[in-house]
């Protein structure tokens, strides 16, 4: 990097005496009349000189106009077609996200082919490599169960991760069996998928993370990696949690939570709940809309400040209402057709206002029972349409009034769970999105979702964005009786593999050019303050300019820039006029 001359100290004194004696003639000239104006600005002419020559001397100008002046054969103005290099970047980026979609839906066509030939056998026993038991020993130095020497090598393409680029693992959530026959039998028929990740990252060897989220829980990922639970032993990770998974199995919701706590809530009953209202909120993703309603004898809206009202569902939103849950205290009776009746006047209102989601409605009930059915409730707000579906999660071991909240989830399209004990809590809560997808199983739309731009600590520390697509069973005996949605698949694309498409020294200087030209039509002149909108650390460079540069040899470009640091360019002030000078 090319150093600059550093400024005397003298000449540093000298730019401050010039700078004091201005604040003295502000003082003066505000209260005195006795100084003539051609004083005033004679001496205006000299500070400006003097700051001109310092600058001029110690900005370091001079040296990086001799700089492109070496360079000068190598450059070239060239103009450049705005409007057709905007089409070009478009076209490049819709190729490139082409290709990805394309590599996701030949992943779900293999996971549907091979779930589609398997034949489920709860007694199935199979040894796969469970991401967090590779290369794992016991006291004896014998490999643990389901772990096996698995080959890993550094790979600068993942972060310079040890790597297994020719099979993938299985990562389970702590609190799920490793051997439970469901996720045996489903890690069994997705080994298929190994081969399709393999396939795809050789025809597109810029790809990343591949990999299928099971509706059972387990996450099947390639290239495989070995995965490092935290102090505590504990992998929180559960791909069903996961936006581009919420996103991609259901369409968007609004969601009232409705929380019984009247007394019968008290202990561990109310600790389960909450639970089960934070899992609940895991679920929803930046396409819903929710709100939470405690009710005993009175109706509380857990967030004061939000009632009657619904709020999209991100992370601080969320975390703010998990904060209010442990406000939450038991006392009173339990009046729940109130309830029902502020939930569905909520999402009504908001749907006939074409706000929240204007997709999907439903209501999640997290109480330890109901007395009656409420059906005249439901008769008023949701009956014969039935457009709101309610989930109700039975807290505790008694069943007394279990069969009036089935019968409330049957007649309202829903689903009944019961919760007992805080390890229930995430796979019961897990079970309304089987529900909430069978309008796709049924339609067998393959939509293919792109989340925003995200970090997930837990895959990779750097922005991405997701292309993610829905994995359904085509088995005959789940059309329209069981719709089953098998999981999500989804491959990651970096923010930064993005922005290659993008050719950043024209697009910028586009952006100048073209406002430039505004400007010429306009009859204004381009200014500072315009050019103080472009971001970039060279725009500077080209002001007054309609051209871009075109370098043949883009390596005199980047020489320049290692030799001259980009953040004096950004301080720096030249013209047109300046540069082509010594060109």
Known sequence: MMRLPRMPPSHVHHALS?????????????SQHGIPLGVVKLWASAFGGEIKSITTKYSGSQLLQKKYKEYEKSVRLEEIDGARL??????????????KAEAARRI????????????????????????????????????????GEFVLEPNDHFSNLSVNLSLSVVQVPTNMYNKDPDIVNGVYWSEALNKIFVDNFEKDPSLIWQYFGSAKGFFRQYPGVKWHPDEHGVISFDCRNRKWYIQAATSPKDVVILVDVSGSMKGLRL???RQTVSSILDTLGDDDFFNIIAYNQEVHYVEPCLNGTLVQADRTNKDHFREHLDKLFAKGIGLLGEALTEAFTILNEFNQAGRGSVCSRAIMLVTDGATEMYDDVFAKFNWPERKVRIFPYLIGRESAFADNLKWMACANKGYFSQISTLADVQENVMRYLHVMSRPKVIDHEHDTVWTEAYVDSAVSPNPMTTVAMPVFSTKNETVRSVCILLGVVGI????????????????VCTFIATNKQTNKETNNSWSKEDNAKCEHPVSELLILTPYTLSFSHVSALQKIHQDYSLQHLNRLDLTLQEITHHW
Do not use: R
Not at 86 to 99: G, L, R, Y
Not at 109 to 138: C, G, K, R, S, T
Not at 493 to 505: A, F, G, S
């Open 108 to 147: 779900v066509e293999a996971a549907e082919e091979a779930h589609l030939q398997h034949e489920e056998n709860p007694d199935l026993q199979y040894e796969y490599f469970n991401a967090v038991l590779i290369n794992e020993v016991d006291v004896n130095g014998h490999s643990v169960e389901l772990g």
């Open 86 to 99: 905007v089409k070009n970047v478009a076209e490049n980026m819709a190729e490139m996200f082409q290709k």
């Open 18 to 30: 010039w700078i004091t004696l201005c604040f003295a003639i502000a003082a003066v000239t505000g």
């Open 271 to 273: 600790t389960i709940a």
């Open 492 to 507: 990651d694309i970096p923010i930064q593999e993005l922005m290659k498409t993008v050719p950043k020294h024209k697009v």
